[in-house]
Every structure is written in structure tokens, then in C-alpha cells.
């Protein structure tokens, strides 16, 4: 079955796009749509998952959330094409769908999440690009870990276990 690829911003005679047709920006005309879903859905899954209890990790509650969500959004000034475009199109869905949770979200399925993109960024994107990407997607996993609910201060490092969640999650992103 063809996967239909992400619309260019350009027509293929190098025209302009048709009047009042939002195209997408080019940084993503490389990407299939299976492909740019799993790129705009990653950083939110990472979210989740560094929220979640796991051993040795208490629950996180809102403030790390929203860290999360902050270093999410903290993408926008990145000097890169591809995070800036996956930003945009994560704060411009309209979809009102959730972010996924349960047993798909398991670290074992996250990590695997993380090793497939790292493949699509590797046969697509620009060096420079994945790097920023992958970076980035960490980043966010780290704020989350760092975070401190109101009335406790920020943690000065990460504890152990979270040590660990954020290695894991730096293998699977080829940081490492």
C-alpha cells in the first residue's frame, strides 16, 4: 500500500501554491505521512512517558507537564528547519485528539518509538536537522525530570532512576 507523502510547498513546476491552499512548509515535503506523525507525535509521547511513575520514579503532576510542554514550545527558536516545522504543526492541529497514553506508552514501546524515528532521520533529514531533532526530543524528556512542583525546589540533578529513564531515552535517540 503507497503511503500518501506530505504535500510540498511548491507545486512540482515550481509555481507558487494555489491561492488560499495553506501548504506545508517544505522541510516536511520529504516525509511521508506515517513518517511526519511519528515525528509530531514523539515529543508529546516523551511527555508522557516522563511523567509517569516507573520504578524508582514517582508520578509527576501538572508543573512537570508543563515543563514538558515548555520545552516542547522552547523548539520554535531552535536553529533548525525540521524542529521548527514539527513545533508548528504540533500547536497547529486542531484535532483535539489526546496525547497517547496507556500500554502503547509503555517505555519499552516509547524507546522503540525512538529507534524508528532515529531511522526515518537518518534516510531523510539533514545531519544537522536530526541532531537538532533528537536533541530537542531529549530536552524535553530533561525538563520534565528536572522539574519541581510548587512549593519544592528545583532539583539540582536528575534522581537515579530518572538518570536512567533519560539514558535509555539518549540510546534510542543515538545520543549516545
Request: net charge neutral; proline share 10%.
Amino acid at each position: 500500500m503507497l503511503t500518501p507523502e506530505v504535500p510540498m510547498s511548491h507545486s512540482v513546476a515550481g509555481e507558487p501554491p494555489s491561492a488560499g491552499r495553506r501548504a506545508a512548509p517544505l522541510t516536511t515535503a520529504v516525509y511521508s505521512a506515517a513518517e511526519w506523525d511519528l515525528l509530531t507525535s514523539l515529543p508529546g509521547r516523551v511527555v508522557v512517558a516522563a511523567t509517569a511513575p516507573g520504578p524508582g520514579r514517582p508520578a509527576r503532576g501538572v508543573a512537570e507537564g508543563l515543563a514538558g510542554l515548555e520545552a516542547m514550545a522552547a523548539g520554535r527558536s531552535f536553529d533548525s528547519d525540521l524542529v521548527r516545522a514539527v513545533v508548528s504543526a504540533i500547536y497547529a492541529r486542531h484535532d483535539n485528539q489526546p496525547l497517547p497514553t496507556g500500554p502503547s506508552d509503555d517505555l519499552v514501546d516509547l524507546l522503540a518509538a525512538c529507534r524508528a524515528v532515529v531511522r526515518v532521520l537518518d534516510r531523510r533529514a539533514d545531519p544537522a536537522d536530526s541532531a537538532a531533532y533528537r536533541q530537542w526530543v531529549q530536552s524535553v524528556a530533561a525538563r520534565v525530570c528536572r522539574a519541581a512542583p510548587p512549593g519544592r525546589p528545583p532539583l539540582a540533578g536528575e534522581a537515579p532512576a530518572d538518570r536512567r529513564f533519560l539514558d535509555r531515552l539518549g540510546d534510542a535517540l543515538g545520543l549516545r
